[in-house]
């Protein structure tokens, strides 16, 4: 099994900035695409921004310029880092990996976090 484990989520004024992380552990042999996703109340969970193993990012247009994604791949983490935060960017944020286990399979598993809550309110 594999565990994400987010952190770094809080209350911050608009124009303030907020650090997400992600750990993941546990039967990981390796690890392909890592990805934050966010999620408000009676919507749907919407991609925020992927990175791949090989340091490729994707954002939403929302975010482009002032969120970036990271990752350390010694780690097993991916990072978050928000500026310029505005009052729509209040979401729960979700860590989410596509984790290989095994070196002999192809089978990849999509894994997620819990959720860190996001605020952002005067």
């Known amino acids: 099994q594999v565990q994400l484990v987010e952190s770094g989520g809080g209350l911050v004024q608009p124009g303030g900035s907020l650090r997400l992380s992600c750990a993941a552990s546990?039967?990981?042999?390796?690890?392909?695409?890592m990805g934050w996703y966010r999620q408000t109340s009676g919507k749907e969970r919407e991609l925020v921004a992927t990175i791949t193993s090989g340091d490729t990012t994707n954002y939403i247009d929302s975010v482009k310029g002032r969120f970036t994604i990271s990752r350390d791949n010694t780690k097993n983490m991916v990072y978050l880092q928000m500026n310029s935060l505005k009052p729509e960017d209040t979401a729960v944020y979700y860590c989410?990996?596509?984790?290989?286990?095994?070196?002999?399979?192809?089978?990849?598993?999509?894994?997620w976090g819990q959720g860190t809550q996001v605020t952002v309110s005067s």
């Open positions: 546990g039967r990981i042999f390796s690890i392909n695409v």
């Open positions: 989410n990996a596509d984790v290989k286990t095994y070196s002999w399979s192809s089978i990849i598993h999509k894994y």
